[in-house]
Structure formats: structure tokens, C-alpha cells
């Protein structure tokens, strides 16, 4: 894994020495007796990885905390509850990927995330005496505490009928124990579809048709907004979302955004869930009528052939400032990300904007400034 680098706090690891390297960095980089909450999935294997990575953060005077069996959003609760500086996740299926954050969700130190990646590469980890490592420990009541949270925030979960479609136990289960039970045969289903990491889930009823997951993030700031908070959301949030009255702030950088009770969703599929259906119980409304105030977002997605040099343009973007910092091109119609393919051989382009004619606009305005840059000359 000599191409690792963990600066957007996620990676993979392709065996089990890489696994302990990467602890014994994240080790290394963190400060003496902190705490570290260790998550993985159901999926085979994550458990070996998992112990594998808490006992080289150990090994280097920290103590952690194991999660099994967890989604990435109950181990970001988990460190929560748990009071940890960090939070990891491992999660297995083609390859194992490993992935960290604070509680909740909340970003990590870009110097913290360089650090990691420096020692892995460097080989040059913390040394402490075998009688000075930390402690491990496995937690296994965190669905439970999890529950009561849900139940506690959510009481009004009524006249509603949803059902979900997953592939993670988890998310199924905690549907069963917290809303299954509140059904009523007589309302509108609505089905939830989570995405295979459970980082996003879309809905789907036969008024309302598909909703994608961007809207019911627009819907849970609304609500939110309507309480009188103030809610933070990432820089990359929909455009759409400033059309919406209230205090919303947007974060300077993905490290500076905080999680917590009034933009926990962000981060939270499960919790975004059973928010909006909390919502729609205590204004007895249909999924259709919920949406009608909140703003519609438009995206179109377009990828550009650019060849060997395909960083290089992003830079030149960057130094002439037609990229902001977080790689976007943001106007008053809309905005979008640019990113390199997998290949590195090209351009990815996501934009989300308050129309189809809008959101394609912005990209063909991208297209047209990359068509003209030459590496060679300046603009």
C-alpha cells in the first residue's frame, strides 16, 4: 500500500501487517493516554482488522474501545457516548476500508490525518514500554443506549406505515425495535432504501415518488431551522439550502464542521430516518405534503476525458482561483465539485443546482475553462 494517504480520513488496507501499521500510526500521532473507539461491520473480516489496529493504538499508551458489529454510524456514536478522541471504522467487502472521524461524525485535523499517513509511511512510531500500553475493551451495549437515545428525542412516531430496505442487520434490527411496532396499516407506506454503508438512505412512496437522500437532508435542516437554531452544514451541502429561512451557517472546511444534536443527520442515516418520520407524525402530514415547502434540488453529474495531466488542471484551477479551496466552482445558480477519477486520467463533475438547466450550466462552464487551459502558459 505504498499510494496510502489518509488525508480524507479514509483508506484501504489490503492486508493484515498494513492493518497494524495503520494503527501504530494512528497511535503514534494521537497524544499520550488518548482514547480511540474502534468500530467494524458484520462483514468477515473486519474483526480481525479491527483487533489488529486497537492493539497497535494500544500499544502506543492508548486505550480503545471495540464496537462489533457496528455501521459507521453507530461507531461515531458510540464515541460519543464514550467520551473518545477518535473514532474508527472498519468495514469489509471487496477490500477492507478503513475510515475515521470524531463523535458524531464530526471531522478530524487535517495535520492529524497528514500525520498518520507521515508516520506509515516513515515507519517511525511510538515507543513505550509493554507495561505502559492501554487497555482494550469490547462494548457490546451500544445498540441498546442507541435505542433509548431514538426513543428518548422521537416520541411522536405515530400515524405513520414505513418500511426499509437494507442490507445491514443493524439498520434492521434497530428499525424493529424502534418504529416497526408504531405502524398504522391505514397510512401511506413509505419505504426507506439504505445504501449499502448505510451512509445514505432515499425513501420512496406511491404520492410522493422517489425522494432522494439530498432532500430529506433539505427537509431535516428545515425542520430544524423552524425550531429557531442554528444549523452548520459542510461547504458541499446543496445550493438549494440558502433558500431556506433561518440561521444556516455552512463550514469553512470538513474538519471545522461540528456534530451535534441540531445537524447530527448529516452524519446519521438512521437517525435522518427516524427524524422525518418523528416529523410527520407530529404535524400528521404524508411524506408528499412534507415535501411541498421544501426546496427542490437539481443535479447533473459529467465526467471529462483530460489525460496524464489531470491533476495539474485541478491545480491551475486552484492558483487562478476558479476553484474555491474545496475544489468547487460556486455561483448564485448552483455550484459544483470537481474531482480526479479513480484512473486519474480525468474529471469528475457533481453539481447540484436550483434547476436541470442551472446544475448543467455550471458544468459546461467547467468544461469550457478546462478546454482552454494551457499548462505551458498562464490564463
Known sequence: MDDFNFSNAQGRLFSPLEAYRFGLAVGSSLKENSKVTVGYCRN???????FLISSAISACKNDCFIVPESEEFMSEYAAYKLHTDECIHIRSGSHISVSAKGALGSGLSLDFLNEVTA???????????PAQSGKIKIVNDMVTLYELDLLKNFK????????VKTASPLVAKLFDEVIRDKNDLGAEEIVFNFSLDCK??????DRSGYVFYETLLL????????????????EYFPQAADTLSGRLTRAENRESLEINAHNRFLTDSFYLMTKILDHLGKNKLSLSEAL????????????????EKSEDKI?????????????ERVSSIGKARVKLDKGKKGLVLFADALSF?????????IEGYVSRINLDKEE
Request: overall charge neutral; glycine content about 4%.
Open 357 to 365: 438547466e442551472a446544475a448543467s450550466s455550471i458544468c459546461d462552464e
Open 315 to 327: 491545480n491551475k484551477m486552484l492558483e487562478s482561483k476558479f476553484l474555491n479551496e474545496n475544489k
Open 219 to 234: 427537509m431535516a435542516a428545515k425542520i430544524e431551522l423552524e425550531k429557531g437554531v442554528e444549523v452548520e452544514v459542510p
Open 156 to 163: 411522536s412516531i405515530k400515524n405513520i406505515r414505513a418500511s
Open 200 to 205: 445514505k438512505v432515499s425513501a420512496y412512496s
Open 44 to 50: 468477515r473480516g473486519s474483526d480481525i482488522y479491527a
Open 292 to 307: 411541498e415547502d421544501v426546496p427542490k434540488v437539481y443535479f447533473s453529474e459529467r465526467y471529462i476525458y483530460t489525460g
Open 119 to 129: 508516520h506509515y509511511h516513515s515507519n517511525d512510531y511510538k515507543k513505550v514500554k
